[in-house]
């Protein structure tokens, strides 16, 4: 099978998968706090085996052994209460968008004028705005907001999976 056709394949299960999010961001929301929640503590996990594995470095055993447990632990508490553990990511999530759009900002207003400077600040007060709105309708929005910001990166991931395919086929085309 061509490369190309491969890229196609996941750029087309991308999008069925994201227009799936977003007909049930419920459940895709759930879906993506379990996924957080199982990664938590397999990062966990092998942090903490690769901590007793690090021979002789006192600080690196202590320091990858409170990484993992503390990974481990979230990820069993996202487990065991889902619904609360989509609180604590819709507010993480919103924590990220306000610091990300106000990075942006500080670089927007430090670099030169033009249409990068222009593109920043819009994109920084997006983010900014982006995350009042879900704050505002805290804490009802924290099961939907995960399934749609899953939904979104998905059908975005797809959109440029099916591009990615459609170049590498014509490069293809054009070598034959």
């Known amino acids: 099978m061509n ?6 394949a996941l750029g087309v299960l991308s999008l069925i998968a994201g227009g799936l999010a977003l007909m049930n961001p419920f459940v895709a ?25 690090n021979r002789g470095d ?13 990974f481990v632990v979230m990820g069993v508490v ?3 209460d889902p619904l609360r553990g989509l ?20 670089y927007a207003f430090g670099a030169e004028r033009g249409r990068t ?9 997006v983010s900014i705005l982006l995350a009042a709105v ?24 797809g959109v440029s999976l099916i591009l990615l395919a459609l170049d590498d086929r014509r490069i293809a085309d054009r070598a034959a």
């Open 134 to 157: 879900i704050l505002a309708g805290f804490p009802a929005s924290a099961v939907i907001v995960p399934g749609v910001v899953l939904a979104v990166e998905l059908i975005s991931n």
């Open 87 to 106: 609180l604590s990511l819709t507010l993480l999530f919103s924590l990220l968008l306000i610091l990300g759009g106000g990075f942006r900002l500080v």
């Open 58 to 70: 006192r600080t690196a055993l202590f320091v990858g052994l409170a990484l993992g447990l503390v």
């Open 117 to 125: 400077r222009v593109a920043m600040i819009a994109s920084g007060v």
């Open 3 to 8: 490369g190309w056709l491969l890229w196609m």
């Open 29 to 53: 929301s759930i879906t993506a706090e379990l996924i957080a929640a199982w990664a938590f503590v397999a990062i966990g996990a092998i942090s903490c085996v690769a901590a007793f594995r």
């Open 78 to 80: 996202l487990l065991l």
